[in-house]
């Protein structure tokens, strides 16, 4: 587990500790010291912490023009335990959509695991965004997570989305995709 970096092709575009208006910013980083642990094994020290002992993540890109925001996930997504959608919704999602974010891409590739304990918390996220037009999407979910989520009924709420080459794409250009398609949805 601390070979899996979070991705960092648009570090270029994007610094999370480097933008104010980020629950990261400000955050130091060591490239040597291997502090933070899921179950006794060590993860890479760039992943942040927001308040979940088996759930990770790095935001990849906040963009406060488009109102989008792609957030990357490694670990377990264990809401039954640790309540994990509620910790991610109060410490990092109220604060993006305190600044406007209302579309949000997780990434979900590196979370082999997902316990569900309730929709509310996806509920009160889902009317929030679509009350400012905005959506949510989980890309790359490994298919027995999948499973557990839609095994919950939460994809009414968040849409899954299975775009493999999801890393060829500039920021920007992944939205626009994933926008795009879930506007013409919507017309249909």
């Known amino acids: 587990m601390h070979d899996i970096e979070p991705f960092y092709n648009w570090r ?3 610094v999370s500790e480097e933008d104010e208006r980020s629950p990261f910013y400000g955050r130091d980083y060591s490239e040597f010291e291997y ?5 006794n094994y060590y993860i890479h020290p760039q992943w942040d912490d927001f308040g979940s002992r088996t759930l990770y993540l790095k935001v990849l890109i906040a963009d406060y023009e488009e109102k989008y925001a792609v957030i990357e996930l490694m670990g377990e997504w264990n809401d039954a335990i640790e309540n994990d959608i509620m910790e991610l919704k109060r410490e990092v999602i109220d604060v993006f959509e305190s600044e406007g974010i209302f579309k949000f891409v997780l990434i979900a590739e590196n979370v082999l695991n997902f316990h569900s304990d309730g929709k509310e918390y996806y509920q009160e996220w889902y009317e929030e965004v679509t009350d400012e037009n905005g959506w949510i999407v989980v890309l ?3 298919e027995a997570t999948q499973h557990d989520f839609k095994k919950a009924k939460l994809n009414q709420y968040v849409e899954l989305y299975d ?3 999801w890393r060829t794409y500039k920021p ?3 939205y626009k995709k994933i926008d795009n398609e879930l506007m013409a949805r919507l017309k249909m």
């Open 172 to 174: 920007f250009h992944l």
């Open 140 to 142: 790359a979910m490994p």
């Open 163 to 165: 775009l493999a080459n």
């Open 35 to 39: 502090s933070q642990t899921i179950y």
């Open 12 to 14: 270029h575009i994007y």
